[in-house]
């Protein structure tokens, strides 16, 4: 893959993230009933830093869920022989809650589909809200994001390379050309 350009930096992401954190609270009214869960890979690190934000800004601790859909991909037959399954990690009871789902890239939706699947399996949430870092459009389902850091605009040649300091060792976000 050939790097066509830096979209984000570490600074662009720490500053979309706070701006992120704040719409989360603006439109929940604050943390009440709120949990975050975080969808694996990188989903889950932007996650855990809007829970970190949220303290600092509310002074309250908010449920941190981690959520690996592997086996609720449709396309799970094709992937690999052998899947490589994380752990789901969310330690409150999600019914009647107000979950923000993250995730780093929104693309065809289909991954959002298998998340609220999943989250479905879990519970049965008062709402499911959406966080994206990047939105770069190319749905195949309905899926719209209540929360995104960026829109950008890619052709289906193109791809979204986010790297996240605690996965990739720094933070920054590429676009890229198969």
């Known amino acids: 893959m050939k790097v066509k350009c830096e979209i984000m930096d570490a600074k662009d992401i720490t500053r979309t993230l706070n701006r992120l954190t ?5 439109r929940n009214h604050g ?4 949990v975050i869960v975080g969808i ?3 989903g889950d690190a932007l996650a855990y830093r809007i829970i970190r934000r949220i303290e600092q800004i ?14 609720y991909r449709d396309d799970f037959q ?27 890239v929104l693309y065809s939706g289909r ?22 870092l990047i939105d770069r459009g190319h749905r195949q389902l309905p899926v719209k994001a209540d929360y ?13 390379q986010v790297k996240i300091k ?11 050309e198969n």
């Open 31 to 34: 943390t009440d009933n709120l």
């Open 78 to 104: 094709r992937l690999t022989d052998r899947p490589i399954l994380q752990e789901t990690d969310i330690d409150v009871d999600i019914t009647d809650k107000k979950l923000i789902l993250v995730d780093d």
């Open 166 to 176: 605690e996965k990739d060792g720094e933070d920054r976000v590429f676009l890229v």
């Open 40 to 42: 694996r890979n990188r």
């Open 148 to 160: 995104v850091g960026k829109n950008v605009p890619t052709s289906v040649n193109e791809q979204i």
């Open 22 to 26: 704040h719409e989360i609270l603006e």
């Open 111 to 132: 991954t959002i589909r298998s998340a609220m699947d999943a989250l479905m399996d879990l519970g049965r949430p008062a709402l499911i809200q959406l966080a994206v």
């Open 58 to 71: 509310e002074g309250k601790t908010v449920p941190l869920g981690m959520l690996d859909i592997t086996l």
